[in-house]
């Protein structure tokens, strides 16, 4: 599976038969038609689409859903919803720019996260250490930043607090993750930097 940063707090997931959005309501409608996804999650806050028409099937709400062989769980928590999607083995959870003050009992229904993505919130020292606190209680395997201007966008100081607050010594963009089945328990969080696709 690919998953790449479409830039603000949105995630594309490429598995092998299937292409999933991660993003937070209020994307742009450019977005999501660079996407091409089949199955959106989080992506409005309308009602859920499980049976469209044409286009792709939407997820909004909280609940457990199977969708073309992806499985969507949506945990209710105080700032809205938080999605974990798992696709090709792989379980990934966007926050965006929700709150990090998540229960104990919200992250058990979470359970397991191998890749989260989670907004900076434009650079800012305080969301920095809230995110780094997070990671702590999560233990994802992967974080990859997200909403903040990347260096393509000449605004390179808003990864520097997350970087100092992660004790990272040097940061190397790239231009997409690519994982094959799920990662495992991992003592660390590696923290994987993303390119932006345009």
């Known amino acids: 599976m690919d998953i790449t940063w ?28 660079r996407a091409g996804a089949d199955i959106l999650v989080g992506v409005t806050t309308g009602d859920n689409v499980l049976r469209p028409d044409s286009g792709p099937q939407v997820v909004t709400r909280p609940g457990e859903y199977e969708l073309r062989g992806v499985s969507v769980r949506g945990v209710a928590v105080a700032s809205g919803t938080v999605f974990v999607t798992e696709l090709d083995e792989v379980s990934v959870c966007n926050f965006g720019d929700q ?11 979470l359970g397991f996260i191998d890749v989260l993505g989670i907004g900076l919130d434009g650079g800012s020292a305080a969301r920095a250490m809230a995110v780094a606190q997070l990671l702590t209680r999560a233990q994802p395997a992967v974080c990859i930043p997200t909403g903040y201007l990347s260096a393509l ?14 004790g990272l ?26 390119e932006p696709r345009r």
């Open 99 to 109: 709150a990090t003050e998540v229960s104990d009992e919200a992250l058990e229904a």
């Open 153 to 166: 966008d000449a605004a390179p100081g808003e990864l520097a607090a997350f970087v100092k607050e992660m």
């Open 169 to 194: 010594a040097q940061v190397a963009p790239q231009g997409k993750l690519t994982l094959s089945g799920s990662s495992g328990s991992a003592d660390d969080t590696r923290v994987v930097v993303l």
């Open 6 to 33: 479409l830039g603000g707090n949105s995630l594309l997931l490429k598995g092998r038969e299937t292409r999933v959005l991660l993003a937070p309501p209020g994307v742009d409608a450019q977005t999501l038609s």
